[in-house]
């Protein structure tokens, strides 16, 4: 029996690159591999602290939809949404990306019209979007309790059909792959520890591995993206906490979509290996212990019986935490930054796993040209200081 | 669970408390004449470090104190500030 072929090189670090992504996670890798693909700029390194997608690429519950309020944000979550719909056939792999409908309930008169709101504000932005009807959610899941005798009945839902799941190592490997047949080099157990700065410029990266010039450094950093600004003395308006989630033990299958409930504040769905995954909000404080407190959990998972009685019995087998970068509307920070060549993709908070290709584009069309693609400008940094915000905390579906 | 010393109740189980987020964030002296850039940092700007952190933290279902702590966010071990901050 032989070993399977490696889908990337494991290069020692040039002296130099064009442009250095920081993080080598799924925005990172989609980053290189558009820089490569759309805008021809090979001459790139993506530094890895820790091994590739070993984040909160690893961490997440690889829910995909794009049915948000605001124009901004329907316009960039679609973008990405159309990219995974061709993303498998262009990255020769399987990606597993499973187009098997998310709902999101409504358990008040209060969520009812948001939801019925955000159906209408959606198809004006060409995302496809249903209002359904406790029966008709009955009707699409039929184990989701609709009983009037719940203690948060469901009184309706939006669904939006093309919304689903992907296998989330599937992603990075194939984004890897190719990124590396480009010629990047993608660089693990390299943590940048210092930028060096001069007349405002960035001039190259210090690292656990030596220095690197840079022409270009992009963070895309998630959760530690503070951490690393701050020693480019640059201040964002972000905040880490720990996100938890969980899997249950195999199961045959019994769910064969994504329910969403912002009030009792649970998300599941079920992976094609049998799991039920599932995960909720934030645990309250700041935090880069990736682990959480036990009585969210345990929230969630009443939550869970709340919507899925049938699930009691179902035993939990590995719960985990990622750190999210959280930004105040909720939104991402895209774009430029007050040093020169260095450039910004954080603030993805708990949703950014269905933003990966999206991200990717539009950050490697704004580091190519240096000013921010179409799609990003509303998420400049400057929208806290000038007052647009595009406030997506209670106007999206739950903790996306 | 976080176990925090409330000044006034004692050690208590985390969800009897409120998160208050970055400790020493006091209203502007002359609100009115701020920059828009001074503005944003008052509203939106807070520490976010890798290591120890002042925070504030609410005994909701207590005492409704609110108090400051140092707490480390890789860790989590809490230890009282060495100057009283609010």
Redesign the interface.
Known sequence: MTHPDFLWRNPDPKQAYDVIIVGGGGHGLATAYYLARNHGITNVAVLEKGWLAGGNMARNTTIIRSNYLWDESAAIYEHSLKLWEGLGDELDYDLQFSQRGVLNLAHSLGDVREGRRRVNANRLNGVDAEWLDADEVKKFCPIVNVSERARYPVMGATLQRRGGIAKHDHVAWALARKADAYGIDLIQGCEVTGFEIANGRVLSVKTSRGRIAAGKVALASAG?T??LA?RAGI??????HPLQALVSELLEPVLDCVVMSNAVHVYVSQAHKGELVMGAGID??????QRG???VIEAQMAAALELFPLFSRVRVLRTWAGVVDVS?DASPIIGTTPVDGLYVNAGWGTGGFKATPGSGWVYAHTIAHGEPHPLAEPFALDR????ALIDEHGAAAVAH | ??LIDCPHCGPR???EF??G?QAGIAYPDAPGELS??EW??Y????D???GW?T?RWFHAHGCRTWFAVE?H????EIRTPVQEIR
Do not use: I
């Not at chain 2, 966010?73 to 989590?76: A, D, L, S």
């Open positions: 530690h503070s951490v701050e201040r964002l308006p972000l905040q880490s309250s404080y700041n935090s880069y212990g407190a036990f009585h105040p806290f200081t000038t007052g | 669970m976080l189980d985390e969800n409120r998160y987020g828009d850039g944003a940092g509203v939106f700007m807070r976010n470090p890798k952190f925070e707490r966010t890789v860790t989590h």
